[in-house]
């Protein structure tokens, strides 16, 4: 039964593995992935490697890994000697560290009652398309949120220049005007709770237009607890989605 070493050479933000049977000299794994370092950084400069985004970016080295191998297989020690003597050398003063799979499993967690690492990759996920319907609301929100924003300025410096009785209506203006900019957030962002805090805020907007009454109409109530409807049920219809893996092949 053939036995087979996996050697591993690093260098900066290089990383090359190297698989050999048993029969094969350390050193000349070393001196192997040693050159096919070189020879990768020799091909790609830092740019091309911080700007590779996806698997294979650097699919045509394995024209030159064949070449390297190639050059190994079919080449004496003898011609290697001052390369060989070299990683030699170095293998002296830094020995490499010889890892056992136990030790592995350890360094992941795999053991001491620690829980296996799952291979399958967690689903990612997306929010729906905004809708038409979803805009008008988003558009419709802002709008109730600026006036009352407006409002409860203006009634702010005339409250606290005259006396402080519209301080409550100063609050309830605030409050609505805080409630509309979170449910833009709520519809446009997931997040934990999300019925949860619909609900809080359309029954806030509501409370606060109720209070409001004598300042406002009856219609502009309806209004501004209309748009609050409207933006509570886009947020409450519009569900994640989920996205396939995109493994970059």
């Given at each position: 039964?053939?036995?087979?070493?996996?050697?591993?050479?690093?260098s900066g933000?290089?990383?090359?593995?190297g698989i050999?049977?048993?029969?094969?000299?350390?050193?000349m794994?070393?001196c192997?992935?040693?050159?096919?370092?070189?020879?990768f950084?020799?091909?790609?400069?830092?740019?091309?490697?911080?700007?590779?985004?996806?698997?294979?970016?650097?699919?045509?080295?394995?024209n030159?890994?064949?070449?390297?191998?190639?050059?190994?297989?079919?080449?004496?020690?003898?011609?290697?000697?001052?390369?060989?003597?070299?990683i030699?050398?170095?293998?002296?003063?830094?020995?490499?560290v010889?890892?056992?799979?136990?030790?592995?499993?350890?360094?992941n967690?795999?053991?001491n009652?620690?829980?296996?690492?799952?291979?399958?990759?967690?689903p990612?996920?997306?929010?729906?398309?905004?809708?038409?319907?979803?805009?008008?609301?988003?558009?419709?929100?802002?709008?109730?949120?600026?006036l009352?924003?407006?409002?409860?300025?203006?009634?702010?410096e005339?409250s606290?220049?005259e006396?402080?009785?519209?301080?409550?209506?100063?609050?309830a203006?605030?409050?609505s005007f805080?409630?509309?900019?979170?449910?833009?957030?709520?519809?446009?962002?997931?997040g934990?709770?999300?019925?949860?805090?619909a609900?809080?805020?359309?029954?806030?907007?509501?409370?606060?237009?109720?209070?409001l009454?004598?300042?406002?109409?009856?219609?502009?109530?309806?209004f501004?607890?209309?748009?609050?409807?409207?933006?509570?049920?886009?947020?409450?219809?519009r569900?994640?989605m989920?996205?396939?893996?995109?493994?970059?092949?």
């Open positions: 039964m053939d036995v087979f070493l996996f050697s591993f050479h690093s933000d290089i990383a090359c593995m050999c049977t048993s029969s094969c000299p350390t050193v794994a070393f192997f992935l040693e050159e096919l370092q070189w020879k950084s020799a091909s790609y400069d830092s740019t091309s490697i911080s700007l590779a985004t996806r698997s294979y970016a650097f699919l045509e080295f394995d030159i890994i064949q070449k390297v191998k190639y050059h190994f297989n079919y080449t004496s020690c003898s011609q290697m000697k001052n390369s060989l003597e070299k030699q050398e170095e293998l002296k003063s830094h020995p490499p010889l890892l056992k799979l136990e030790d592995t499993e350890l360094m967690g795999m053991i009652g620690h829980t296996e690492v799952q291979m399958g990759s967690a990612t996920y997306r929010m729906q398309p905004v809708t038409p319907l979803g805009i008008l609301s988003l558009v419709l929100n802002i709008m109730c949120g600026a009352n924003l407006i409002r409860g300025v203006h009634l702010a005339y606290f220049q006396d402080h009785e519209g301080t409550g209506n100063v609050i203006f605030l409050l805080l409630a509309c900019i979170f449910q833009c957030y709520l519809y446009l962002f997931h934990s709770s999300k019925k949860m805090k609900f809080v805020l359309f029954f806030s907007i509501c409370l606060c237009n109720i209070y009454y004598g300042l406002r109409n009856i219609w502009q109530i309806l501004h607890i209309g748009v609050a409807s409207l933006s509570s049920y886009e947020i409450l219809t569900q994640l989920e996205k396939q893996p995109d493994f970059g092949v």
